[in-house]
């Protein structure tokens, strides 16, 4: 297997160790709790791309980072959001090669954003709306989260690429772009029936941040 290279914000990495090497000092550069500056932001921005949860992560958008520290008392990283909500991001799982099936899911998942996003602006146009799990008040779209059920986006998607040929039908572009990146599918076409898929078949429901994130993990890890 050829080694991994990095193609990070313009930056190259011939080895994974000079990536790590160039993350490290810029974790080391800023105190605990202080707030990653512009010029770091736009690297880590590119970085995180590749982190395998990024859609979850990224949820509404990328607002920054901070440096804080952790429980083992070393520098990790926290993803805020434009919405003011905040998540840890392992910087990192960004080295590791993405498996192909993963790439697949997150470029579905993107895909489709704009019909979650609409779900949710929908939801509270008529005020606070009551998470469909927990049964308590959200106040506004930034304390929810849009949660896919029966079937779950894992399942709804699995059934949509066995019906499309497998996964060796679902082709990555070549990825050109000499700043932020993301992977995407190679066939527009495959896109258009899987946006129309979606609207089809998706269930989703407004639910708290905590009851997404938390909650519905656990429940989906258990089974």
């Not at 590119?46 to 070393?74: C, Q, S």
């Not at 990555?172 to 990146?181: K, L, V």
């Amino acid at each position: 297997m050829a080694p991994l290279e990095y193609r990070i914000n313009g930056e190259h990495f011939r080895t994974q160790k000079a990536l790590r090497e160039r993350m490290r000092g810029i974790m080391n550069s800023y105190r605990y709790d202080e707030v990653v500056g512009e010029a770091d932001e736009e690297f880590l921005r590119d970085l995180i791309t590749r982190h395998p949860d990024y859609e979850e992560k990224a949820g509404v958008g990328v607002g920054g980072f901070l440096v804080v520290r952790t429980e083992w008392n070393n520098r990790g990283l926290m993803l805020v959001r434009i919405d003011g909500s905040d998540i840890d991001i392992s910087w990192e799982e960004c080295l590791k090669a993405t498996p192909h099936a993963q790439q697949v899911r997150g470029c579905l998942r993107r895909a489709v954003k704009e019909q979650v996003l609409a779900v949710l602006a929908e939801a509270f146009t008529q005020g606070p709306v009551v998470c469909a799990v927990t049964g308590d008040s959200i106040a506004s779209p930034r304390e929810a989260d849009v949660d896919h059920y029966q079937p779950v986006f894992e399942e709804l998607a699995a059934s949509f690429i066995q019906e499309h040929g497998g996964l060796a039908a679902f082709v990555i572009a070549p990825d050109n772009a000499a700043g932020f990146s993301v992977a995407e599918l190679e066939s527009a076409a495959l896109v258009t029936d899987w946006q129309e898929y979606h609207r089809k078949y998706a269930n989703l429901r407004v639910v708290t941040k905590h009851a997404n994130q938390s909650i519905l993990r656990r429940k989906t890890l258990d089974e």
